[in-house]
C-alpha cells in the first residue's frame, strides 16, 4: 500500500485547476489526498489583474498552512518555479518537491520576458508556436486541444516578467524528483554536469530523473503514468 500524502498540484501558465482532471482520480484511487490549484491571476470568468509573481507563490504557501504534516508540492512547468518560492519560505512542511518537465529559474532568473509596460497579458499562442518554444503538444488528441484552448487563460504578463529572489538554502534539503518529458532525464542530467543555466536551480539538490517520454503537458497525453510518476515520489 503507497504511503498517503496530501499532494498539491499548481499547472503552469494559462491553465488552472481544471488541467488535474485527468490526473486525480488515478491519485484518489492510491489514497493521495490531492489538492489542485488556480493560481492568482488565472480564475476563469472573473476580470483580468496585474498580479505578482510573490502573490502566486503566497496563495500556495496558503494551501500548504491549511494542511497538517508534511505536504508533497508539484509543479507543472512554471508552475515549478512558484512551488520553489513556498519551499524557499516554509522548507520544513515540505515533504517533497516534484517538478514536471521543467525545473525552477533560479535567483536572478526571469521567468519568460524582458518587462514592457505596454503589455498586460500572454494569450495561449498557437501550438505551432508553443513547440517551438520547447512546448510541444504531441501525443494530445484533437478534441483535448480544443478544450485546453477554450479553458486557458491569459497569463499575467507581471508573472511572466518576475525576476526569481531565493533566500533561504534551506529549500535545497527537501528532496527533488523531476518528471523529464520533453526532455529526457539522460539530457537534464547531461545539464547539471555541464552547469547549464536552465538547470542551475537543480544544483546541490541531487534530483531524482525520472523518464516520461512525451509532450510538455503530460496531464492530458499520460495522465495515468503521471498519476504514478507523482505517486513514486510522494512514497520515495
Not at 499548481?10 to 492510491?30: H, S
Not at 505596454?118 to 510541444?136: F, H, Q, Y
Not at 536552465?198 to 534530483?207: D, I, K, R, S
Request: proline share 9%; aromatic share 6%.
Amino acid at each position: 500500500m503507497s504511503k498517503r500524502s496530501d499532494i498539491v498540484l499548481v499547472p503552469g501558465m494559462w491553465l488552472g485547476a481544471w488541467a488535474w482532471d485527468g490526473v486525480i482520480p488515478f491519485l484518489d484511487q492510491i489514497g493521495h489526498r490531492s489538492h489542485p490549484m488556480t493560481l492568482p491571476g488565472l480564475e476563469e470568468d472573473q476580470p483580468r489583474r496585474r498580479v505578482s509573481l510573490e502573490e502566486q507563490i503566497a496563495a500556495v504557501r496558503e494551501q500548504v498552512a491549511t494542511l497538517e504534516g508534511p505536504v508533497v508540492l508539484v509543479g507543472h512547468g512554471h508552475g515549478s518555479t512558484v512551488i520553489n518560492g513556498v519551499a524557499d519560505l516554509e522548507p520544513h512542511r515540505i515533504s517533497r518537491l516534484v517538478y514536471i518537465d521543467e525545473p525552477p529559474m533560479a535567483t536572478g532568473q526571469r521567468l519568460r520576458m524582458e518587462p514592457d509596460p505596454g503589455r498586460e497579458w500572454l494569450e495561449l499562442p498557437s501550438w505551432d508556436t508553443l513547440t517551438e518554444w520547447g512546448m510541444s503538444s504531441k501525443g494530445i488528441s484533437a478534441h483535448t486541444l480544443e478544450v485546453i484552448r477554450d479553458q486557458a487563460v491569459p497569463q499575467p504578463a507581471g508573472v511572466l516578467e518576475a525576476r526569481v529572489m531565493l533566500t533561504n538554502p534551506e529549500r535545497k534539503q527537501i528532496p527533488v524528483t523531476m518528471v523529464c518529458c520533453t526532455l529526457p532525464a539522460g539530457a537534464v542530467a547531461e545539464a547539471l554536469e555541464v552547469q547549464k543555466s536552465y538547470a542551475a536551480e537543480l544544483q546541490g539538490a541531487t534530483p531524482t530523473l525520472v523518464d516520461l517520454p512525451t509532450c510538455h503537458w503530460p496531464m492530458f497525453s499520460r495522465p495515468e503514468d503521471l498519476a504514478w510518476a507523482i505517486d513514486l515520489a510522494a512514497r520515495a
